[in-house]
């Protein structure tokens, strides 16, 4: 190797070194400049949320402003026609506490199925049932049991109520008797308390929109009843 070898190693080096320097820079630039963008976009971003909120309150209103924006979002995309009274009662509503993070515990196993729920039993015969050596009956000794959650669907029917009329025919001028009208949260309603209470249940607690809860009542019970009735 000639002395000239090692300065020629040391200049190309210098070389690379000197242009990962200016790549290393023009990385820095792109990056700089592709926070910048994203910077811009979240403010874009939050200016637009923020008129659509405006846009929300002013179609439910002012007893909106205090709704949060999941609150606006179902009324106005979920609830299309919602009233100002249900908007009212919807602010007035207290806001739900977030629950606080609780430590992960190493899972349990599998859940077992509560106690008080009643059991039916289903048994499934061995499809075997004689010996293959001697041709024997063979002895049920037990099961091998498991579990399932099952559920009945709902079944919707017309509740005939026939009130007594009676009247006393030993009597020219007897008056005939009528069973009083049990008490009834709507009356002469066609829906039975039962229903009007599993109506407010499915919208107030299980956030059902009462036109979706009419899509169901046609399907499950070919019932025909318009969201201004189920609103009433």
Same mark, same amino acid.
């Given at each position: 190797?000639?002395?000239?070898?090692?300065?020629?190693?040391? $200049? #190309?080096?210098? $070389?690379?070194?000197?242009?990962?320097?200016?790549?290393?820079?023009?990385? %820095?630039?792109?990056?700089?400049?592709?926070?910048?963008?994203?910077?811009? $976009?979240? *403010?874009?971003? #939050?200016? *637009?949320?923020?008129?659509?909120?405006?846009?929300?309150? #002013?179609?439910?209103?002012?007893?909106?402003?205090? *709704?949060?924006?999941?609150?606006?979002?179902?009324?106005?995309?979920?609830?299309?026609?919602?009233?100002?009274?249900?908007?009212?009662?919807?602010?007035?509503?207290?806001?739900?506490?977030?629950?606080?993070?609780?430590?992960?515990?190493? %899972?349990?196993?599998?859940?077992?199925?509560?106690?008080?729920?009643?059991?039916? /039993?289903?048994?499934?015969?061995?499809? /075997?049932?004689?010996?293959?050596?001697?041709?024997?009956?063979?002895?049920?000794?037990?099961?091998?049991?498991? /579990? #399932?959650?099952?559920?009945?669907?709902?079944?919707?029917?017309?509740?005939?109520?026939?009130?007594?009329?009676?009247?006393?025919?030993?009597? /020219?001028?007897?008056?005939?008797?009528?069973?009083?009208?049990?008490?009834?949260?709507?009356?002469?309603?066609?829906?039975?308390?039962?229903?009007?209470?599993?109506?407010?249940?499915?919208?107030?607690?299980?956030?059902?929109?009462?036109?979706?809860?009419?899509?169901?009542?046609?399907?499950?019970?070919?019932?025909?009843?318009?969201?201004?009735?189920?609103?009433?």
């Amino acid at each position: 190797m000639s002395v000239s070898d090692p300065q020629l190693r040391i $200049a #190309q080096l210098q $070389a690379a070194l000197c242009a990962a320097q200016k790549e290393l820079s023009a990385t %820095h630039g792109e990056l700089q400049s592709a926070r910048n963008d994203l910077k811009w $976009a979240n *403010l874009k971003i #939050q200016a *637009l949320e923020e008129k659509l909120r405006l846009r929300r309150i #002013q179609i439910l209103g002012p007893h909106s402003e205090t *709704l949060s924006d999941l609150q606006l979002k179902l009324l106005v995309e979920d609830e299309p026609g919602v009233t100002s009274d249900e908007v009212a009662a919807e602010a007035a509503r207290e806001p739900v506490a977030p629950k606080p993070e609780r430590e992960r515990k190493p %899972h349990p196993g599998r859940e077992k199925l509560p106690t008080s729920l009643p059991r039916v /039993e289903k048994i499934i015969p061995c499809a /075997e049932q004689s010996c293959g050596s001697c041709g024997k009956e063979t002895a049920l000794i037990g099961y091998d049991t498991s /579990e #399932q959650l099952e559920v009945e669907p709902a079944r919707y029917f017309v509740y005939e109520i026939k009130r007594e009329k009676r009247v006393c025919r030993g009597c /020219e001028d007897a008056k005939v008797k009528t069973a009083p009208v049990e008490d009834r949260i709507v009356e002469k309603g066609l829906a039975s308390d039962t229903v009007v209470i599993d109506t407010v249940v499915k919208k107030y607690c299980d956030h059902l929109p009462l036109y979706r809860q009419a899509v169901i009542l046609e399907r499950e019970a070919g019932l025909e009843i318009s969201r201004a009735t189920l609103d009433g």
